[in-house]
């Protein structure tokens, strides 16, 4: 069975740069996120992981109004900012114990990273000029740091997908509203480590905010935000604070 689904992980990867979806270090890195999961959680676990995977390419794929132009193809950066926090807590059940706990943060990882996902790619194409929590006014679409009621809705719905198949598929359906809030607050602490510590970058040349090291063929410039403490780092963060807030709830309760 596990030869079986290394297979299948290797299809994907190897399918989804094809399709331009993942660059080659792109599709390295989902190998190894999926085979890890594949190895501890068997194809319950590869099925929570491509739920993430597949409504997020379709997302993509779909016509946006951004305030610039993102990558197509996913990086490796970006895949493991999504899915590594959940690949090395999946690798921590195997080489630990497989509990309850661990399954309960394995899930929440990919619902925050659903969730997060969903209401950025969301609100870009339905929600609006979002309203930027910091700056305190409306801002351009796909701004990080920025929400809209929209967005946030698909927040919720992008928690509550992957809260509902992992709980059916790894918890017999148990701990399934932890996981969605747990999940959900994931997203909302990536919206605002985006605003306040994210760095945002000035492109010289044409005078565009961007989150971009190179702009129109230029270096761009720090003027906001933690130096180093990019997009990618973001979304890592958000995949670590879900696990911890169920971390949390479970020992409360």
């Known amino acids: 069975m596990v030869v079986l689904l290394l297979i299948a992980v290797v299809l994907i990867a190897y399918l989804a740069y094809r399709h331009q979806t993942l660059t080659v270090g792109g599709a390295w890195t989902a190998f190894l996120v999926g085979a890890g999961i594949a190895v501890s959680f068997s194809y319950e676990g590869l099925i929570i992981l491509a739920l993430f995977f597949i409504g ?9 109004r951004t305030f610039e132009r993102e990558q197509e193809m996913r990086t490796a950066g970006q895949v493991f900012a999504n899915g590594g926090v959940a690949a090395l807590l999946a690798i921590s059940a195997l080489l630990f114990a497989d509990d309850e706990l661990v399954r309960m943060m394995f899930i929440s990882s990919l619902a925050a990273a659903n969730s997060d996902t969903w209401a950025t790619e969301g609100g870009k194409r339905w929600g609006g000029r979002p309203y ?8 351009a679409t796909g701004r990080s740091g920025a929400i809209s009621p929209i967005g946030t809705l698909f927040a919720f719905l992008g928690s509550g997908l992957i809260a509902i198949f992992g709980s059916l598929l790894l ?9 969605l ?5 994931g997203a909302i602490a990536d919206t605002v480590m985006g605003a306040y510590l994210q760095e945002e970058r ?17 270096n761009t410039r ?3 935000g933690v130096p180093g403490f990019d997009n990618n780092k973001v979304n890592t963060a958000c ?12 020992l409360l309760v």
């Open 222 to 224: 720090i003027i906001r």
């Open 202 to 218: 000035l492109c010289g040349y044409c005078n565009t905010l961007t989150e971009e090291k190179s702009h129109c063929g230029h």
């Open 171 to 179: 918890l017999n359906g148990d701990w399934m509203v932890l996981i």
């Open 181 to 185: 809030i747990a999940g959900f607050a």
């Open 239 to 250: 995949t670590i604070v879900s696990p911890i807030v169920v971390l949390i709830i479970f």
């Open 56 to 64: 997020s390419t379709i997302f993509g794929r779909l016509p946006a």
């Open 132 to 139: 930027h929590i910091r700056m305190n006014n409306r801002t």
